[in-house]
């Protein structure tokens, strides 16, 4: 039975508590693991090493931080096998979307801020004869970092990476339900040479050590990717003790077709951005719209390659949909689906749980589902599913669809098929997202910002918006 320990001052220890919560495979409906179910003391114990290295840290020159970064991207590269199997294994996702995205994005990120941070700039104002006028960025200091089980390694090191690339130490909590890679990312920090306390991952549950987390007094930022609801009562702690907040949220996010647009690839690209990952990425587009002169071809395309998506062991080759990521979820997702069925919705495909025979037998599948003629202002078209379900609506004019595409307490991103680039530009400025993509979909430079408008969050991520986030601007004025 594999064992996750906490990694506190460069040391893998047990929980304070000596309780451990259960790892299970959602392929197989398996527990293959304990994780440490951690609390308050182990918190501070993290917090105060933190807080030990963070002089020494922050000293280093950053070319020096950024080398070491590298390093740790380098080694995920080298392991890159043995992390793409644990992410499958924790997460039911196919082995192959783990070894083509999930890890080399963990490695990327590392890459990335590694040598981001030595081309971070500051900004000096000169008055003419009277003063001069520089800007002077500090990390923060020590920061949490808070990340979900659908992206489980590749979310946890884009948070990870920039608050180590600009001189903060880190307390990091994965998601009790996929804590497997983030306990191996602790083995290789110490390989690349990170010092002790400047990375430490405490495992656990929300309400244990996440609440705890975000309470702890030394803890100056947090950066959190999951839930709205999570997020808000993160808000609602963070707020009175004045630490700094990104806040990475939920969406319901529309993908526009409209009838000029390359019709082929629209649909190939709305089968990956509708039912990647089993529908558990946040960017995924649940909502399709298709401008009524091509409704009827999109929908007969769209079922044909819908058809071809083969739910199976995420272990095999031709498995294109994997394990949803727990039993709990698997009966929320059910419970939607038959409310699309209350709501008069008509079922075009999938819908059913899916036995999967030999290993899989127990695990919890679900076939990709297809429904059309709900109304847009009902509650499957405006609450976060986060699940292989997806509703085809057609529409009229731009302004209709622009207007149902606005119309959630969601802001994070959309997808708008179209050749005429006059209205790409047009109808993209007028969607309420924080990410818009034209003509593709999760295509992602790491130098842009990224977040959410409205209910899916506060902030942004990516590039410099990041380390400016994980540090704090000091103005200098010296009279000349």
């Known amino acids: 039975m594999l064992q996750l320990h906490n990694f ?13 919560l259960p790892v299970v495979n959602p392929a197989t409906g398996q527990v293959f693991g304990q994780v440490a179910d951690s609390g308050p003391a182990d918190i501070d114990r993290a917090v105060q090493a933190a807080t030990a290295a963070l002089p020494g840290w922050r000293a280093l020159p950053p070319e020096e931080r950024g080398r070491r970064l590298v390093k740790l991207a380098e080694l995920i590269d080298r392991d ?46 000169v008055q003419e004869g009277l003063a001069l006028n520089y800007t002077v960025r500090h ?19 884009w948070k990870i990476a920039p608050a180590l690339a600009a001189g903060c130490c880190v307390v990091a909590k994965p998601s009790e339900l996929t804590p497997y890679t983030a306990y191996l990312l602790s083995e290789l920090s110490r390989e690349a040479g990170l010092p002790p306390g400047v990375l430490n991952i ?13 309470e702890h007094p030394g803890i100056r930022a947090i950066s959190f990717t999951r839930g709205t609801a999570t997020g808000a009562r993160i808000a609602r702690t963070a707020a ?44 995924c587009g649940s909502r399709i719209f298709v401008e009524r ?17 083969t739910v199976g062991d995420p272990l095999e080759a031709t498995t294109r949909q994997g394990a949803i990521v727990s039993e709990a979820h698997l009966r929320k997702i059910l419970s939607y689906i038959e ?19 030999g290993r899989c037998t127990n695990g919890y599948f679900l076939e990709p589902t297809v429904f059309e003629g709900l109304a847009p202002d009902c509650r499957v078209n405006q609450e976060e599913i ?73 902030g942004r991520e990516g590039g410099l918006e990041a380390l400016r986030f994980f540090t704090e601007a000091q103005n200098v004025c010296v009279k000349l």
């Open 8 to 20: 506190i001052g460069g040391e893998f220890l047990p929980p304070a508590s000596g309780s451990y």
């Open 80 to 125: 890159l096998e043995t992390l793409a199997r644990a992410e499958s294994e924790d997460n039911g996702k196919p082995l192959a979307l783990a070894r083509t995205l999930d890890i080399p994005r963990a490695a990327s990120n590392f890459a990335f801020f590694g040598t981001a941070a030595q081309h971070f700039a500051t900004e000096a104002h």
């Open 139 to 157: 990390p923060v200091g020590v920061v949490a970092c808070i990340s979900p089980w659908n992206l489980p390694l590749y979310l946890f090191t």
């Open 202 to 214: 405490v495992h656990g549950s929300g309400p244990g050590a996440g609440q705890a987390l975000v």
């Open 240 to 283: 009175p003790q004045f630490k700094k907040l990104s806040l990475e949220l939920g969406g319901k996010n529309p993908n526009l077709l409209f009838a000029d647009c390359d019709l082929a690839e629209a649909v190939q690209t709305s089968i990956r951005s509708s039912f990647a990952n089993q529908g558990q990425i946040c960017l």
């Open 293 to 309: 002169p091509i409704y009827e071809a999109f929908k007969a395309a769209f079922l044909a390659q819908v058809r071809e998506l």
């Open 339 to 357: 409310l699309a069925h209350q709501a008069g919705g008509q079922l075009l495909a999938g819908g059913r749980q899916v036995q999967v025979p």
């Open 386 to 458: 986060f699940g292989p379900v997806v509703t085809l609506t057609p529409f009229d004019t731009e302004e209709e669809v622009v207007a149902w595409a606005n119309g959630t307490d969601y802001g994070l991103s959309a997808t708008l098929w179209t050749r005429d680039l006059t209205r790409a530009h047009r109808v993209a400025q007028q969607l309420q997202a924080g990410v818009v993509w034209v003509n593709t979909w999760l295509h992602r430079d790491l130098r842009t910002p990224f977040g959410g408008m409205k209910n899916s969050g506060v």
